[in-house]
């Protein structure tokens, strides 16, 4: 195996070669002979081993292994302890998925720190089958069928072209001793329940089930490759981007998605990798009234008249109940937004970034904040005064261009500016202050 894993890594990742490397060991056998192989090709490799803390002694006697290990084959190891289950609990998410979230956030931090150029993982041939079932008995969408990424970022997976059997023959045959997970025999989980009781009958009816999936994965991917060239063509026609605001805001078109053959199936292409669950209610922001909204737990997708919305959830940019002040002697705060006080004796350049007032009739600390209700103001060029809710509807804003927006107050909360909107003409005589909008 050694020679075929060598001409492997020659043509499929010949990138590894004089690179820095860390391999994510758990003891087992396909980590340790994943260990072995590139030991003996004389890569640079380190080793990381998580202890998640499941299984009592026995997790400490896997990290013990590792460490001699390590230390046999003159590695550098990293180790680290989990409480697993109080991280489950506290994120409301599986045992599963909790370790491989604590040791992928881990890895990141040590390559970040000792800069390491790739993870490798041993994930092997069967694993991939094995993943495809699972996702098949839950429902999956093409994502779900296309196998594990041989290379995910700096994620690489070397051994996914051999199987089980071949690591085994291996470790046996270089008389290479590993770690046994007791809980791997149970079928207490559905990865072992297929593992043991349904790869061996798919097996039995045909014994070159892994080369033939192997091959149903590469033409799914090539499907795959086919639909994101179609969804990235599509991108250009619905998604519009709106250069009058400095939000990072996508915008889809709705009667355009609508036009298309199967609507619901391209929003979810278009959605997918913004971490969304709940697709019925995503489809149905579609047909909803304007404010209707949906979250993930990285954005949020809003209804808007004719548009849905997209733009990243960001608690810390809220501010809604904050203040910030600017003192009298101050010409320029950069936090929440960054403003430029200038003493002028003319009025110059006229645009929505810019301002000039009388500072004579200002109130100092001036108060920049988020709207509220009841707030209004005179707008200049217009007679009378006017709820700024009111303003926000004439001005079609739309609900997450009201809440980005800032307003520049007096000390007794009137409004002197709708920031990058309307001047307020009450604090407008002479024009010898220039308050100027600048966008980072």
């Known amino acids: 195996m050694l020679q ?19 391999i994510a060991i758990s003891g087992g056998i396909d980590s340790v002979v994943l260990t072995h192989l590139f030991s003996d090709l004389n890569f640079d490799i380190s080793l990381a081993h998580c202890n998640f803390k499941l299984r009592e002694k026995e997790s400490d006697l896997d990290e013990e292994f590792v460490k001699s290990l390590a230390q046999k084959t003159s590695n550098q190891i990293f180790t680290i ?7 489950a609990q506290k994120n409301k998410l599986s045992t ?14 040590i390559i970040k720190k000792n800069n390491f150029d790739y993870v490798l993982t041993a994930h092997h041939a069967d694993d991939n089958l094995e993943t495809f ?6 429902g999956s969408g093409l994502d779900g069928f296309t196998g594990i990424p041989k290379i995910n970022g700096n994620i690489v997976r070397p051994l996914l072209a051999f199987s089980r059997e071949e690591i085994l023959a291996f470790a046996k045959a270089n008389n290479i001793d590993w770690r046994e997970d007791k809980s791997n025999a149970s079928t207490k989980y559905i990865r072992n329940k297929i593992r043991h009781k349904v790869l061996p009958v798919l097996k039995e009816i045909n014994p070159n089930l892994l080369k033939t999936f192997a091959k149903t994965v590469e033409n799914l991917q090539e499907s795959k490759q086919i639909i994101e060239d179609k969804i990235a063509d599509i991108s250009q026609k619905v998604i519009e981007t709106d250069v009058s605001t400095a939000l990072e805001v996508t915008k889809i078109n709705i009667d355009k998605l609508n036009q298309l053959s199967s609507p619901k199936a391209y929003l979810y292409q278009l959605l997918k990798e913004y971490n969304f669950t709940e697709w019925n209610d995503v489809y149905n922001l579609v047909s909803a009234q304007s404010g209707k909204q949906v979250f993930s737990k990285t954005h949020r997708l809003l209804k808007d008249r004719a548009f849905l919305l997209l733009s990243k959830t960001d608690e810390d940019k809220n501010h809604q109940d904050e203040h910030y002040f600017i003192y009298q002697d101050e010409k ?7 403003l430029i006080l200038e003493d002028v004796q003319q009025k110059s350049t006229e645009n929505k970034q810019t301002i000039y007032l009388d500072k004579d009739l200002l109130k100092y600390p001036l108060i920049v904040r988020k709207w509220q209700n009841g707030d209004y103001l005179y707008p200049l060029g217009m007679q009378g005064k006017k709820k700024l809710s009111k303003y926000f509807k004439d001005e079609k804003l739309s609900l997450l261009e009201k809440e980005n927006t800032w307003l520049l107050c007096n000390n007794e909360n009137e409004i002197i500016w709708v920031i990058n909107y309307r001047q307020d003409r009450r604090f407008v005589n002479e024009n010898n202050l220039k308050i100027s909008l600048k966008e980072n």
């Open 133 to 138: 079932l699972i996702n098949l008995t839950r």
């Open 332 to 338: 320029e705060i950069i936090n929440p937004i960054h």
């Open 4 to 22: 075929k894993f060598k001409e492997h890594i020659n043509l499929n990742f010949p990138f590894l070669k004089d690179k820095k490397l860390l």
């Open 96 to 109: 599963q998925i909790a370790a491989r979230e604590l040791r992928y956030n881990w890895f990141q931090k």
């Open 81 to 87: 302890k989990f409480n697993t289950q109080e991280f």
